[in-house]
């Protein structure tokens, strides 16, 4: 079993995924709050990392 090989999706497909991943961020945020509200700063910092690399290299295609 190759779990990293390469595929494609179509647009429903990565916004249902994009849904998804949202959602659990959410579960996750509502239920261990007290955790998640600790780690707030480093995790908004590794969003704006991985963003600003994602649209980089969307800008260069």
């Not at 429903?12 to 007290?34: D, E, N, R, S």
């Not at 704006?48 to 290299?57: E, P, R, W």
């Amino acid at each position: 079993m190759n779990i990293l090989k390469t595929f494609t999706l179509t647009w429903w497909q990565t916004g249902l995924f994009k849904v998804g991943m949202l959602a659990l961020g959410l579960v996750i945020g509502a239920h261990w709050h007290g955790f998640v509200a600790t780690y707030i700063p480093a995790l908004g910092i590794v969003a704006v990392i991985s963003l600003a690399c994602v649209s980089y290299v969307w800008f260069k295609q």
